[in-house]
């Protein structure tokens, strides 16, 4: 088990930067992969981007250039670091991880992008 919590979602400016966190409630030195997902009003949640244990990162071709996935296992938290947004980042962020029992998902973080 884990919980997983998110943090660091804020209004800003077209064209801003904001860092996400994901805190995990335990070691995540054992956990393979880790995603980020979004959701905007009346939207699919959708993916973003995931990381996986030797911290190999993949994203969504809506984001590639513009975010950067990481993990520090030291601090159990993965990170989302988002640049150049764009008003259609605008949603609810979540952290996601999985085992093979049951997924994990946070409460979710709220990011607006403002024209």
């Known amino acids: 088990q884990v919980q997983l919590v998110e943090s660091g979602g804020g209004l800003v400016q077209v064209g801003g930067s904001l860092r996400l966190s994901c805190a995990a409630s335990r070691s995540i030195s054992d956990i393979n992969v880790m995603r980020w997902y979004r959701q905007a009003p009346g939207q699919q949640r959708e993916y973003v981007a995931s990381i996986t244990s030797d911290s190999t990162p993949t994203y969504a071709d809506s984001v590639k250039g513009r975010f950067t996935v990481s993990r520090d296992n030291a601090e159990n938290t993965m990170y989302l670091q988002m640049n150049s947004l764009k008003p259609e980042d605008t949603a609810v962020y979540y952290c996601?991880?999985?085992?093979?029992?049951?997924?994990?998902w946070g409460q979710g973080t709220q990011v607006t992008v403002s024209s």
């Open positions: 996601y991880t999985w085992n093979f029992r049951n997924e994990f």
